[in-house]
């Protein structure tokens, strides 16, 4: 095989797996907040939604915000409620929404580097399994109440 046809038989391979490759994320509907300007500890919230063809899995979460930025979510424990780290991340299914919201799946900030204030942005990097990293900047809005959480809050 010529050298010609070997680099158009490269690229055409390429070219082909690169649509299966390719994730589509969306991160919508943004917050942050804390439950006072004197707490040590923050969430964010969001809707993920992947509209690729191909699952993907959210698999941590970085910022300077915090000294610890961890996935969590809310399991029933002996009768109680308690929040726990998600280690594993959370799955997102092809064509898929993941929320993060309050009362469930969230970001959580533990020892904020300084204090979550209303009409500020907080740096938050979300981290694919198979997306990479996507940065954002979070807004913080300590005023809004879990009913306007879409119905997805409680």
Do not use: C, W
Not at 27 to 46: C, E, I, N, Q, W
């Amino acid at each position: 095989m010529s050298l010609k046809s070997t680099l158009f038989a490269a690229l055409a391979g390429l070219t082909l797996a690169a649509p299966a490759m390719a994730q589509e994320i969306h991160v919508l509907d943004t917050y942050a907040r804390s439950a006072s300007p004197m707490a040590k500890t923050g969430a964010a919230f969001m809707l993920i939604e992947n509209i690729g063809d191909a699952p993907d899995r959210l698999i941590a979460v970085k910022s300077p915000a915090a000294k610890k930025v961890e996935l969590h979510t809310h399991r029933e424990q002996d009768g109680v409620m308690k929040m726990m780290h998600v280690e594993e991340g959370f799955e997102l299914a092809a064509g898929e929404t993941l929320f993060l919201q309050r009362g469930g799946d969230h970001v959580m900030f533990m020892g904020l580097t300084e204090p979550f204030e209303q009409g500020k942005t907080i740096p938050l990097t979300l981290v694919f399994e198979t997306s990479g990293e996507i940065t954002l900047d979070i807004p913080v809005d300590l005023e809004r109440q879990p009913k306007e959480d879409h119905g997805h809050g409680n």
